[in-house]
Nanobody, 125 residues
Framework: QVHLEESGGGLVQSGGSLRLSCAAS????????MGWFRQAPGKEREFVAA????????FHADSVKGRFAISRDNAKNTVYLQMNSLKPEDTAVYYC??????????????????WGQGTQVTVSS
């Protein structure tokens, strides 16, 4: 299995920035598409962003387009989520996930096989 560890979360003011990192244990990291999801209290987990295995293609939820950017460094087995212009509604636990299969929508949780423990992002007013 693949072990994922997120880092970089914290408390930030509205309008501020954070960069989340997701470090993977797998030697086959470069063969996986990767995604970021988030879950706010009382709500279901939702799609945030995804990136193809080579990093050439990226996808972002409408709610974060123009503000967040996913990227990866396969040499370091790491995926990033740069978050700018943060809003209080971005407050959530952010999860990194592995997608081994290319079938189905990248927005759907069942398409992902492994998940990290999550990192808390809190955006104050």
């Amino acid at each position: 299995q693949v072990h994922l560890e997120e880092s970089g979360g914290g408390l930030v003011q509205s309008g501020g920035s954070l960069r989340l990192s997701c470090a993977a244990s797998a030697r086959t990291f470069s063969t996986y598409a990767m995604g970021w999801f988030r879950q706010a209290p009382g709500k279901e987990r939702e799609f945030v962003a995804a990136i193809s295995r080579g990093g050439s293609s990226t996808f972002h939820a409408d709610s974060v387009k123009g503000r967040f950017a996913i990227s990866r460094d396969n040499a370091k087995n790491t995926v990033y989520l740069q978050m700018n212009s943060l809003k209080p509604e971005d407050t959530a636990v952010y999860y990194c996930a592995v997608r081994r299969s290319g079938s189905g929508s990248y927005r759907l949780e069942p398409q992902y096989d492994y998940w990290g423990q999550g990192t808390q992002v809190t955006v104050s007013s």
